[in-house]
């Protein structure tokens, strides 16, 4: 059973213009969240994240929305460039049995066409 | 050299082969983790170690071995694996093992294909 979904493999936005990138979530026991970005050939990187006491956190022109009665979670990126073409993952973390956990969604590919 | 590396990149492997995936990090930390990312599927933990001491094994098949002999290396041994192993195999580490998630630090991955 996938905890964390990414229903969007790919998605395509013009260079410029906003990306919007989802992720659900089924277990309310998640407190953390994060977005990681992956350039192929190479290991995720961390981007932005979001304690769920918070519904909003913004670095530069990234932005992660959390929605904790939706079990939803978006990263906004604006204006988007060309060097945001990659592979973006969407993680939750929480408390497992007294260890914490991390469980990756799927990924959504982001092309941004110049 | 700096970061996370792991060696090979690109491994191809029958399935009575054994092969062993190497991870090495140059940041000083004292937790290694490794992970698999199968197409389609969401990226999961398979073992965790925290200064050289295994923590966390979730659930993987004993074909998949980790040794971690010091800090800084992390091993994956594999035998007798299952053409449904192919993957790409990440390792990360982060300060230690208490440290939040988003300091883990992922190095280039091991594209493996069992035949």
């Known amino acids: 059973d996938q905890q964390v979904k990414q229903n969007s493999p790919s998605l395509s936005v013009q260079e410029g213009r906003i990306s919007i990138l989802n992720c659900d979530y089924t277990?309310?026991?998640?407190?953390?969240f994060l977005w990681y970005k992956k350039y192929p050939a190479e290991g995720p990187t961390f981007l932005i994240s979001i304690s769920s006491i918070k519904d909003k956190n913004e670095d530069g022109r990234f932005t992660v929305f959390l929605n904790k009665s939706a079990k939803h979670l978006s990263l906004h990126i604006v204006p988007s460039q060309p060097g945001d073409s990659a592979v973006y993952f969407c993680?939750?973390?929480?408390?497992?049995?007294?260890?914490?956990?991390?469980?990756f969604g799927t990924g959504t590919r982001l092309t941004i066409i110049p | 050299e700096t970061g996370v590396t792991q060696t090979p990149r690109h491994l191809v492997m029958g399935m009575t082969n054994k092969k062993s995936l190497k991870c090495e990090q140059h940041?000083?930390?004292?937790?290694m983790y490794w992970y698999k990312q199968s197409a389609k599927k969401p990226l999961e933990l398979m073992f965790v170690?925290?200064?050289?001491?295994?923590?966390e094994n979730n659930s993987v098949p004993s074909r998949f071995s980790p040794e971690c002999p010091n800090s800084s290396h992390l091993f994956l041994h594999l035998h007798t694996l299952q053409p449904e192993d192919s993957a790409l195999y990440l390792c990360a580490s982060s300060q230690d093992r208490l440290a939040g998630v988003d300091t883990q630090y992922f190095g280039p991955g091991t594209r493996l294909t069992v035949l």
């Open positions: 940041l000083g930390h004292n937790a």
């Open positions: 993680a939750a973390s929480g408390l497992d049995f007294g260890n914490e956990k991390l469980t």
């Open positions: 277990n309310s026991m998640f407190d953390y």
């Open positions: 170690y925290s200064l050289e001491e295994r923590v």
